[in-house]
Structures are given as structure tokens and as C-alpha cells.
């Protein structure tokens, strides 16, 4: 899938601008990647810049800081998470604090919702490699199948 000009544009903007959070887990993500996945970062993908994309697992990140709680925002994310699913991309949303918090354990939860993602939908295969242009939230807005339940009690 490609993005139109202007995306693709401020893709390349946003990643000279990333965030503490985001730069924080593009660092992570970088050194030792995630069991073999590669993610690019402030990838375009349509309409939207995602903050970081793994195209083998169709599975899009996103670092969630405060302004993604206010206003009309978590309906335009709802929305965006919708149109991603619709193009066979999952979307998995962390709050900034716990990157903040534990990079590690931002890592841990990443590796966790991977394990639970079914495979890829063959109607909308991944993109070749290096292709460009193509192609309290964790818990509660997945986008896609939520991980079984673990733990006992009720």
C-alpha cells in the first residue's frame, strides 16, 4: 500500500522529531530488534504515520503519550486502529509512561501480544522487504483478537 506525498513527508519529519519514549524503544528495538522481528519506525501506511511497524506480523506500535486521552483523540484513534485492521494491520497501543518507566518491560509486553497474534492475513500479505510506503491502552484497545486471560481469582 502506498502513501500519498505529504504523508510519506511527515513521516521523514517525525522521525527527526521523535519523542523521549519513542526514541527510547526505537533504541531497544534497534539493538537487539524483538526475537528476530524488524520494525521500522514513523513508517507511512496510508493516511497515517505509525510510530513503529513490523510488516512480517502486520503489527503496527504506537506510544501513547497524554494527548491521546483527551478530546476528540481516542475516537481518531479508535477510527485509525479501525482503517489499520481494515488493511490487515493490527495496532498495539502503549502509554508513554511505561516506556518511560521500563523499556524492558515495554519490550516483555510487545513479545507477549506477538505471541498471541494469529498469522498474517494471506488477503493482505506483508510488503517485500525494504518497501517503502506500503502496507491505560494495552489491555483495553488492541486492535484485534485480546490475549487469553491469565492468573486465577476473579
Known sequence: MSAPKATVANA???????SKPEMNLWHALRR???????????????PYVLDFYCAALRLAVEVDGYAHCVASRPRRDLARDQWLLAQGVRTLRIPAHEV???????LSTIREHITHLPPPDATHPPPPEGEEGSGAFRPLRPSGPPPPHRGGGS
Not at 12 to 18: T, V
Not at 32 to 46: N, T
Request: charged share 40%; glycine share 14%.
Open 32 to 46: 537487539g530488534g524483538l526475537d528476530g522481528h524488524k520494525f521500522r519506525r514513523q513508517h507511512p501506511i496510508g
Open 100 to 106: 518511560m518507566a521500563s523499556v524492558d518491560d515495554t
Open 12 to 18: 521523514r519529519r517525525l522521525r527527526k522529531e521523535m
